[in-house]
């Protein structure tokens, strides 16, 4: 049975060289491997460990400075113990896992690679998301009729697309909104399509015309939620992803509530028993504000989530990494 213990230091600093001469002194008492990890060489071992160091880890066990040679000896002596009750409790098994540690495979390769590049590919996936919303109406100006219709068929498990609540390309204006909204200056929706506001179906299923121009896959709200996620991804990116968490009732406060009220204000006064206030449309300028306001809460409060369960897992796998000499040759790192 081999010890395995991994020391995380600093070059040239002299903590660091003199935890190392005390391991190497616990040798013949404790026989271990020994791997020295210098913090410097990866960002993310350098955050978790670069203003503690020396730490050293063995297994579960893990000592970070300051500490004294007696108890590096514990520290030794409890992993040698835990590990000596593990291989006689679980036999061949342990064996296998000891060996699965010597190793680097393929799955943690792919999972190291998504926990560096994750980041870029939530924002391409946004950007595509947002984007064919807005080849659609593209496609369709051009004739390519049944690519545009398959991608308004496939948002329309995400979106309601009622075409009075969303944006137009290439027509006479970028809106049609219901008379309801009152806004000044725009042909209403039923005014140029002939169709009543109520008959949702219709209004789902109107694409446009070479008249009114062609409707973009997403509604206003929809469209301003994404959006204002995918900004705050590449703002996050461009920050070096330092921004900080904001606690979810912030996200709560500040971005559903608000969205709640506008969104839900328009369904109450349309039913026929409710009679608190009278029928109510929002505006495009209401939709796309509140929209925006909780794309950026949920980005501000999920982004820096998944940045720190990313660097965790970038962290445990570099640290193996750096424990398997043959696989920082072959350049897997």
């Known amino acids: 049975m081999t010890l395995h213990v991994r020391v995380f230091i600093r070059k040239g600093d002299g903590r660091s060289e003199q935890v190392l001469k005390s391991l190497d002194a616990l040798q013949e008492e404790i026989p271990h491997k020994l791997t020295e990890i210098d913090v410097d060489l990866d960002p993310d071992i350098k955050k978790e460990y670069g203003y503690k160091v020396p730490v050293i880890r063995t297994g ?13 000896r514990l520290h030794l002596l409890s992993a040698r113990e835990s590990q000596q009750n593990k291989e006689e409790d679980l036999g061949e098994v342990f064996e296998k896992k000891q060996a699965r540690k010597k190793t680097f495979s393929k ?42 219709n398959l991608i308004y068929r496939v948002y329309r498990f995400s979106c309601h697309q009622l075409a009075y609540r969303s944006f137009f390309l290439f027509g006479d204006q970028p809106i049609y ?14 005014d140029v399509t002939g169709i009543n506001e109520t008959d949702l179906r219709a209004s ?22 994404f959006g204002a996620m995918l900004l705050f991804g590449i703002m996050f990116g461009l920050t070096g992803r330092k921004v900080k968490q904001i606690p979810f009732i912030w996200v709560i406060i500040i971005g559903f509530i608000p969205l709640g009220l ?23 300028f209401l ?47």
């Open 287 to 333: 939709r796309v504000l509140t929209g925006s306001i909780l794309g950026i809460m949920l980005g501000w409060y999920g982004y820096p989530l998944f940045e720190d369960t990313m660097r965790q897992t970038r962290t445990a796998l570099a640290a193996k990494l750096y424990s398997i000499p043959d696989e920082i040759d072959q350049g897997n790192k």
């Open 60 to 72: 579960p066990y893990k000592l970070e400075y300051p500490f004294e040679d007696i108890e590096i």
């Open 177 to 190: 909104p219901s008379e309801e909204a009152g806004l000044e200056g725009y042909e209403t929706f039923r």
């Open 204 to 225: 789902q299923d109107f694409v446009g015309n070479e008249h009114t121009g062609y409707k973009v896959a997403l509604c206003e709200r929809d469209l301003a939620i």
């Open 262 to 284: 506008d969104g839900v204000s328009q369904v109450l006064g349309r039913i026929p028993e409710f009679t608190l206030w009278d029928v109510r449309e929002s505006t495009p």
């Open 107 to 148: 799955g943690e390769k792919a999972t190291y690679w998504y926990a560096k590049h994750y980041l870029l590919i939530v924002n391409l996936f946004l950007a595509f998301y947002v984007g064919l919303a807005f080849l659609a109406p593209i496609l369709e100006k051009g004739g390519y009729t049944d690519a545009s």
